[in-house]
């Protein structure tokens, strides 16, 4: 295969995960039928199966798209950052900007549709799930070290993600606070010192 038909596929490919994800987010994953995802690109349903085997490889490929960019989003802010509290700052304006930004369908997806994801798929997203979770723990440490916050990182870390989970629940871009300043409206919840 030459490089432009690689590049073309993988173009494809994932114009058709960003697509499922919108889809699985809307319709659910169980409702979404394989001619629902090829309608939305321009596909024959079978067509599909030229990129990803099942409609369940789809759907992890959705989740590990979000995951994926985020952690990756969430590295390089926490790179740039130079105090415990800068590093606090990122965790929540990242989460919350990809959460209710770009990666929106994809991590809410991620959320609320693990359930359907098989037994044996279930390890390859909890492997990326944790490696996010460890810039979390990482930073929460640091911040405790530096008594920004309580010492119980762990349930800290939890209860945190959590509720900005939940923020695709109630938020909603035209209300009174943008998703910067709810970021940091959270953070001065969260900070005790």
Do not use: C
Not at 1 to 27: C, G, I, P, W
Not at 135 to 155: M, S
């Amino acid at each position: 295969m030459s490089k432009e038909n690689a590049t073309e596929d993988n173009s494809r490919r994932m114009e058709l995960v960003r697509a499922a994800a919108r889809l699985f987010r809307d319709q659910g994953y169980e409702r979404t039928t394989v001619r629902d995802l090829g309608n939305a690109v321009g596909l024959q349903s079978g067509s599909l199966f030229y990129h990803f085997r099942t409609k369940e490889e789809i759907l992890v490929a959705v989740m590990a798209l979000g995951i994926t960019a985020t952690t990756e989003q969430l590295a390089a802010a926490l790179s740039r950052a130079k105090t415990p509290r800068e590093k606090l700052a990122a965790l929540f304006h990242v989460h919350l900007h990809s959460l209710l930004g770009d990666n929106q369908a994809a991590l809410e997806v991620m959320l609320y549709e693990w359930r359907s994801v098989s037994a044996a798929a279930k390890p390859g997203l909890i492997v990326l799930r944790d490696r996010y979770e460890a810039l979390w723990q990482d930073a929460l440490d640091e911040a405790a070290a530096a008594g920004l916050v309580k010492p119980d990182t762990r349930l800290l870390r939890r209860t945190l993600l959590g509720s900005l989970h939940w923020t695709v629940q109630w938020y909603h871009g035209n209300g009174e606070l943008s998703v910067a300043e709810l970021a940091d409206r959270m953070l001065e919840l969260t900070v005790i010192a």
